[in-house]
């Protein structure tokens, strides 16, 4: 979580600037009476205090800005009138905000570097260290970035370049020379000043570590905005490219607290993934995974959440329309035929408005499996769908048709809300099930092979 805060002025006009406070994703005005905002603005630029020039800070608001009153005076001609006003202080949420913001920069690249990264793509192996007597006797660093993965991709009809790399920060003068390796991905693109889309970015990428890490806490919260500004001189009138970098904040009031290190060290290797890294992405890019299935935290993936029952459920109910071929079990099937006969005597029996009703009831008919034959199915195979057993047998065997009748009892109990349903150890197990079916839906629609996806649920998904 972040616990930064600013105090400066902002400027809410041409002319009108008035102080601020911005700490724990909220904005504060002070007014110093009475004044209009400007209504439906979602932006506020504050400069912070001590800065003579620069510290800018764009701030950006989910809701728009909206006066709190209403002032009535009387007009030259008699007539009253009244007037939009907000006073005293006023507090606005925040959901994003650029530091070191500079109007008018066109961004090309977009850096990011946290925790997770550092361990999913580990810096160390670049440095190549020479040892004597199991000690280091020379450390060697490489000079340029090091380009582990890349690949193109598009979002909004704009070509992105996706780059892992390892760079060497390093400070070679007297009286020390320094050198720090670092892990980095690189999002390189046509310059843009659309903020928005700088924003889906970033939550692409987010979205897709919290996925390898089944789990949203993690420690990204910031990307540095690397671009351009044009200046013209006075005096000349030429036009000049200055190099500008900005630093985009992430405003989640709702995460939890970043893991320990130690947690954080834990996420799967990229060398795992390697071979369908690439395709494993684009499904984040295309919104194809339900990131809302995935835990909150450490902590919250350890404990029976209602929400999260439902959510890991309505995931799998997902894939499985997109990914699994339909076809109903017979249950299903002697159920649709029995209500299409049904309404079919219905129709014949009654005229006018109760028969056209009728048969538009028949024609949505479905034959709409059961979450438990969608479980089973799913897990024990059908046509153009392997088998899952060779994955999660070790896990699951024997207990598939028992786990998914809970699983399909439990999601009616939390959806109907009827209060007769105690969940027990094997409501946990059902859950866990229907939560390894969802991985390995989606790891298949990358294209790894049913081993790989064994070795990458073994670490993304250990409790």
Not at 31 to 51: N, P, V
Not at 259 to 288: A, M, R, W
């Amino acid at each position: 979580m972040q616990n930064k805060s600013y105090d400066g002025i902002a400027f809410i006009s041409k002319d009108y600037q008035i102080p601020f406070h911005f700490q724990d994703g909220k904005i504060e005005l002070f007014l110093g009476g009475t004044c209009t905002l400007e209504e439906g603005a979602t932006t506020i630029i504050g400069q912070s205090h001590g800065t003579l020039c620069g510290g800018f800070i764009y701030f950006n608001l989910p809701i728009p800005i909206e006066n709190v009153g209403v002032m009535y005076t009387i007009s030259e001609t008699g007539q009253s009138e009244s007037q939009a006003i907000s006073m005293g202080n006023v507090k606005y949420d925040v959901d994003f905000y650029i530091e070191k913001y500079e109007v008018d920069a066109e961004i090309n690249q977009m850096r990011f570097s946290f925790p997770e990264l550092d361990y999913f793509l580990p810096s160390s192996d670049v440095c190549e260290a020479l040892f004597e007597a199991n000690t280091i006797k020379t450390m060697t660093f490489p000079s340029t970035p090091i380009i582990v993965k890349n690949f193109s991709f598009t979002l909004k009809g704009c070509d992105i370049l996706f780059t892992l790399r390892i760079r060497v920060d390093g400070k070679w003068g007297s009286p020390r020379s320094t050198a720090t390796t670092k892990s980095e991905l690189l999002l390189e693109f046509e310059k843009t000043k659309e903020l928005d889309f700088l924003v889906d970015l970033f939550y692409i990428v987010n979205d897709f570590f919290c996925f390898l890490c089944n789990r949203k806490n993690i420690a990204l919260e910031n990307a540095t905005l690397i671009g351009v500004k044009h200046l013209r001189s006075p005096i000349s009138g030429d036009e000049k490219a200055v190099p500008v970098t900005q630093i985009l904040q992430i405003v989640d009031r709702y995460k939890d607290m970043p893991e320990s290190e130690k947690t954080i060290g834990k996420i799967i290797n990229y060398y795992i993934l390697e071979t369908q890294l690439e395709k494993l992405f684009s499904l984040f890019v295309d919104n194809k995974v339900s990131v809302q299935s995935i835990h909150s935290s450490c902590r919250a993936r350890n404990l029976l959440d209602l929400k999260q029952s439902l959510q890991i459920t309505a995931a799998f109910e997902h894939y499985y329309r997109e990914y699994i071929p339909e076809t109903p079990s017979d249950i299903a099937l002697e159920f649709y035929s029995d209500i299409k006969a049904l309404l079919e005597a219905y129709a014949k029996n009654n005229t006018g408005k109760k028969k056209k009703k009728a048969n538009n009831l028949i024609k949505g008919l479905l034959p709409e499996p059961a979450l438990s034959d969608k479980v089973s199915k799913t897990y024990d195979g059908c046509e153009n769908w392997n088998s899952l057993a060779p994955v999660l047998d070790e896990w699951f065997n024997g207990q598939i048709d028992e786990l998914a009748n809970v699983a399909n009892d439990w999601r009616n109990e939390l959806a109907h809300q009827n209060g007769r349903y105690e969940p027990d150890m094997c409501v946990v197990s059902a859950i866990r099930l229907v939560e390894h079916l969802n991985y390995c839906i989606v790891l298949r629609q990358a294209g790894y092979s049913d081993e790989q996806i064994k070795n990458i649920i073994k670490i993304v998904l250990a409790r």
